[in-house]
C-alpha cells in the first residue's frame, strides 16, 4: 500500500531528518514507528500527507508517486487518510457530535448521512452519551477520542497517529491504543507514532524504529530498545 524507496529529508543548512529509507507497508497492517524526539517519525508521517516532499527518493501510495500528484488532486489524496496528533485541535464552540460532523460537512455529505454517521462513529470510540459535551467539558482521553472520530468521519484507508498519547496518563492512553487496534481490526492501515514503549510492548504488532532519520530495526513484532 505505502512504499517508501530510498527516501532522504534535507532541510536547509544540512539538516537530515531521513536518511535513505526503505520501507514497504501492506493495506491492514498496523505498525509503530518509534524513536526519540526529533528521530524523524513526524517527517516520515509528513511525508505521506504530502506535506512534505522527500529531497531524495520516492513515496508511493498504491504504486503512485505523491510527489507527482498536482494541487488539485492532493485533497483526493488527503481524504483517504485520517490523522490525529498530539496537539488536540477541537473547535472550542462546538459539541463533540459537531466537532465531528464538521469534518462531513465539508465534505458535503447530506444531513442525514451526518446524524447517522457521527453516531455511529461516537458509539465506536465509546463517546455515545457525551455527543452534547463541549471540549472543556471532556477529559484529555475523551478529548482525544473526539479527535480520532473526527479524523475516521471520512472513512479513510489509511489512520496515521502522531504521538496521540503524549499528554495522557497511562490508563488513558491505553484506551487510545485499544481504540488504534479496533479500527486496524475493521479493516483500515494504522501508523502510530510514538515514543511509549511500555505501551508498543504490550500492542505486539510490527515495530519500526528510526534513529537519527534512519530505520535501524524493522521487526513483525515483540519489543524493541531505545
Sequence with gaps: MIKFDGVSKIYPKNIIALENVNL???QGE?????GRSGAG???????ITREESPSEGGVYIEDIDISRISSKDLPYLRRKIGVVFQDIKLITSRTAFENVAYAMEVGGS???EIEKDVSLILDLV?????RDAFPSELSGGEKQRVAIARAL???PVLFLADEPTGNLD???????????????????TVILATHAKTLVDKIKKRVVVIERGQVVSDQEQGKYKL
Design 41 to 47: 517519525k513526524s517527517t516520515l508521517l509528513r511525508m
Design 110 to 112: 447530506p444531513v442525514e
Design 24 to 26: 514497504d507497508i501492506k
Design 30 to 34: 498496523f505498525i509503530s514507528l518509534v
Design 153 to 155: 468521519a471520512h472513512r
Design 126 to 130: 465509546g463517546l455515545a452519551e457525551k
Design 170 to 188: 497511562q490508563p488513558n492512553a491505553m484506551e487510545i491504543f485499544s481504540l488504534l487496534k479496533k479500527i486496524n481490526e475493521m479493516g483500515t
